[in-house]
């Protein structure tokens, strides 16, 4: 896992963009389990915002260095 906070939404960024990607494909995509795209853009979309408020608060000070 990164330590430093640019890192960390930086990882975010990339995580919405596959979130971006995955809600396109449950628009382009005609076949049976599109809720697994759906499903999966959401938990992208949750991990990238659990990324960057780590960052915030590594960048804060609030968090413990060591993590």
């Known amino acids: 896992m990164a330590r430093?906070?640019?890192?960390?939404?930086?990882s975010s960024n990339v995580n919405f963009f596959v979130a971006a990607f995955s809600a396109y494909l449950v628009y382009a995509v005609?076949?049976?389990?599109?809720?697994?795209f759906l499903a999966a853009a959401i938990g992208f979309v949750l991990y990238g915002l659990k990324l960057r408020k780590?960052?915030?608060r590594m960048g804060d000070g609030r968090c413990a260095k060591g993590r």
């Open 4 to 10: 430093n906070p640019d890192d960390l939404r930086r």
């Open 30 to 36: 005609d076949f049976w389990p599109r809720w697994i």
């Open 54 to 56: 780590d960052a915030d």
